[in-house]
């Protein structure tokens, strides 16, 4: 019942960009920090960013500071990823994920739903 479909990985060259997008149903979007993690083969599973229920506090990992941006459209119980200037060492499965009251916002064991996984590759 509880749903988040991402969209929108794929193929990229080093330096390009990719929007991921991620559909919530089944829970009360507007009352959950929803976040992306990723995690590349062999590697722990990575927080990327997170934001909170309306938008106004948003927290990103050191590695993609100046490069992703979270938004989220609650009206439509969406929220994205727009990734610039991507590098090699962004390759991995990403997935969306949304909690609430979280205790801490990098720990995978937050966040009660989480999408299916899309899986961006970074290379020439």
């Known amino acids: 019942q509880v749903q988040l479909v991402e969209s929108g990985g794929g193929l990229v060259q080093p330096g390009g960009s990719l929007r991921l997008s991620c559909a919530a149903s089944?829970?009360?979007?507007?009352?959950?920090?929803t976040a992306w993690f990723r995690q590349a083969p062999g590697k722990e599973r990575e927080f990327v960013v997170c934001q909170n229920q309306i938008g106004s506090f948003t927290y990103y990992t050191d590695s993609v500071k100046g490069r992703f941006t979270i938004t989220r459209d609650n009206a439509k119980n969406m929220v994205y990823l727009q990734m610039n200037n991507l590098k090699p060492e962004d390759t991995a499965v990403y997935y969306c994920?949304?909690?609430?009251?979280?205790?801490?916002?990098?720990?995978?064991?937050?966040?009660?739903?989480w999408g299916q996984g899309t899986q961006v590759t970074v290379a020439s």
């Open positions: 994920a949304a909690g609430e009251a979280i205790p801490n916002w990098k720990a995978t064991t937050s966040y009660a739903y």
């Open positions: 089944g829970f009360t979007f507007t009352t959950y920090v």
